[in-house]
């Protein structure tokens, strides 16, 4: 099953409105910023994706942030700006000066991806910072190890939990923990066998003993503590996915995790259950505001599916499960938003959607975004003229630097103030845009063949985009024709290319 895992605000709001805080309404402003910012051209395209809105990229390295005020620079996004600081320092200097930096609406931060020899994430420091910067209502999402080990997720509950049961429960707990670790005892073969050992003899100690030397730490069970004692409440996961127990999590472990809902270890049961070692929070500030209305929720929302209609798949695996999305309300929304984002009000509206509910869209919607199929959006829709295609231009400022520069990278980032995130595309599909935006797709085959020929230099790029050595004119064709084919309209659905 694939998941949608994003740090856009959208994304961030919609994971938070599943858990009943009121997101933010469109068009209104407000402040992100990204703690250890290692992908600036990310971050330019996120705030051009998002122009109501102000963009703060925090990084150690000041060639990472001369790199990004480069490129909002060139590519005319004047609502973000680099600072050179680490947390701490970032911490300090608000001690200093409070009007450093503007309260936060969204901060975020990558703690898995940094550069550990440049700077080391300073996880008391970016906690305070995130005490300090984000409002209430508002998110604070980290990515984050849980553990440095699949054996030290085990280790830690078995050190929580099992001095404190008499023998019943040391029992009862060895049959909860082959319910919740069939993922890893299917690679721990020897732990498994100690496991039905220690069950059949009635010893729970003997299983137990295996994980008396080592460190037994959470950073999840942490991180759960840290944050509440400064405010914050857990507001889901990142990947969409891992918030229904349904999708991500075994079926003999369900009942197993759902019964300890209350407890402080839930998390970590997930993360054993789920063999997680990285996962993605988002905490919101408190007090947050709350509502159990679907309309105040998610009527903000629009959602697009970004594959072609014809990839979309009619069943979907899930634990122990198969979703089925060839019913007659699935098959409707997939045709529609597979052209392009609707919300539900849009879907409601449409001639072909009588007899269907508010609620039964909405659960059907949340249940493709599960899935991974639709994704939510921003809420806008792009007006463009779809009737001269042949004639396609860059769209917004952002995006028209691409008629001027040279692809050398594997993808590339776009804006799309309708997907209100950075559009990832390959190089492949940035070269026909271009070719496209250069010269129109009557001559684009003549504007496309140079840039194959100078790629054709670079042998490990060139093996990505093509499959031969020496492009011809009929490579370019080729080319052009299969990413026109169902992508096109999709370009110009989320505001990438618009007509001459």
Known sequence: MNTHASFSPVSLSYVAALRGVKPRLPGQSFNYMVVDCQKPEWLVALAASNPEGQFYGLSAQSSLCAKGED??????????????????????????????????????????SGNESVSVIDRSALFDLATRL?????????????????????????????????????????????????????KHIDHAMKLASATLRNIPDEFFALFDQGEACSSTFDTMVAMGARGFTYAGD?????????????????????????????????????????????????????????????????FGIPAPR?????????????????????????????????????????????GHTVEETLEAIQI???????????????????SALDQPRMCGNHNRYLDQEAINNPSLYFASTVWGDAYEVSARDALVM??????????????????????????????????????TEETARQMIESSLQGDIIKWYAYGILEAA
């Open 238 to 302: 990142c990947h969409i996915s891992s918030n229904y127990l349904e999708l991500s999590l075994p079926p003999e472990a369900q009942p197993v995790v759902l019964s300890c809902i209350s407890n402080p270890l839930y998390e970590p049961l997930k993360d054993f259950a789920m063999n997680r070692l990285v996962r993605s929070d988002i905490w919101c500030r408190q007090p947050a505001v709350t509502s159990a209305n679907p309309a105040e929720l998610f009527s903000a929302f629009s």
């Open 310 to 354: 014809e990839a979309i798949p009619t069943n979907v695996l899930a634990p122990g499960k198969t979703i089925r999305l060839d019913t007659p309300l699935y098959a409707k929304l997939i045709d529609l938003m597979a052209l392009l984002p609707i919300s539900v009000g849009d879907f409601l509206a449409h001639p072909t959607s009588a």
């Open 71 to 112: 490129i909002a620079r060139e590519r005319m996004a004047g609502n973000v700006k680099f600072l050179c600081a680490t947390a701490r320092q970032a911490v300090d200097r608000i001690e200093q000066n409070p009007s450093y930096l503007p309260q936060m609406n969204y901060l975020c931060c990558n703690e898995t």
């Open 434 to 471: 271009q070719a496209l935006d250069r010269a129109g797709l009557v001559n684009s085959i003549s504007a496309l063949l140079p840039e194959l020929q100078r790629i054709a230099n670079n042998p490990k790029l060139a093996a990505q985009i093509m499959d031969v050595a020496m492009p």
């Open 134 to 186: 984000v409002l209430p209502n508002g998110m604070f999402a980290t990515t984050y190890k849980t553990n440095e080990s699949e054996e030290g997720l085990l280790r830690f509950l078995v050190r929580e939990l099992a001095p404190e049961m008499n023998a019943q429960q040391a029992q009862e707990l060895l049959t909860e923990f082959k319910k919740l670790g069939g993922t890893y005892l299917s």
């Open 368 to 386: 493709l975004v599960a899935c991974g199929i639709a994704v939510p959006m921003r809420g806008q829709t792009a007006q463009t003229k779809l």
